[in-house]
């Protein structure tokens, strides 16, 4: 019981809690919105997380609760077991600590060169001179910018090269959780594909809680283990992926739709063809219509040959 009351307590001290948060905008006035309802939420360390919803829904809202931006109306968030609203609670640390990388992110750049542009937020920690020129380095090669690029503009980069830069700048702080809002809005599929890449890498390499926010169920299909989805300043649905696109029709309602093979297989199974109803990825739908089709053919190879 002890061991196990133990490990309780390192994973609340160890995680974001969202306890009845609400948020009201325009609090007190004719057009005051309500934004987020009663909103109860617990982030284990190291977790890979997607919260999804339309435009309006109350995810970007909810995002910019975790690392202090915006004050709930009521209600409480605790980070590493304190309450974020405790009168002597440093906001700035917890800003370090929960990283945010904000939809269309290279906006956000501004210094001459991408270097200088990382090493704003470690120089505003305090730091000497060298750990900020160290943690810049350290986090450029982390998303993989190529050196000939530390010393160019950051205007001349791609857009992909321009989300790494962002992404960068907040490495460089050391976060412990790392939130990103829409990071592969307006990207190419190559682009959307490599961004993904990187943050699921440093989620595996780093062991960083990453909290993915998206309107697209293709993106968090592939990556999250959890998804939790908004619906007008509510959380509807709180599961794995499986879990949450069983639900498809309700998503459907709110606007969302699920990936679509979720759609191909559910069409599927409707012709008689028994594919599991919780596959969520191409790779797996193709994994088990092959299997499948080796059934029937009673060979249990790939080719005509015969041979695998």
Known sequence: MAANESTRERIEKMSIILD???????????????????????????????IIGHTGSGKSTLMQHMNGLIRATDGHIYFNGEDIYDKDYDMKKLRSKVGL????PEHQLFEIDVFSDVCFGPKNLGLDKKEVELRA????????????LFYQSPFELSGGQKRRVAIAGVLAMKPEVLILDEPTAGLDPKGRDDILGLVARLHAEQGMTVILVSHSMEDVARYVS???????????????????????????????AAPQITYVVHALRERGIPVDEDITTVEEARDAILALWKKAKGTGCCGEDKTC
């Open 101 to 104: 990388v904000f939809q269309y």
């Open 226 to 256: 959890r998804l939790v989805v908004m619906n007008h300043g509510e959380k509807v649905f709180d599961g794995t992926p499986r879990e949450v696109f069983r639900h498809y029709k309700e998503l459907e309602a709110m606007g969302l």
């Open 20 to 50: 009845h948060v609400n948020y009201v905008y325009g609090a007190d006035t004719p057009l005051a919105v309500h934004a987020l309802n009663d909103v109860c939420l617990k982030i284990p360390d190291g977790q890979f997380i997607g």
């Open 137 to 148: 380095y350290d986090a450029l090669k982390k998303v993989g910018l190529p050196d000939e």
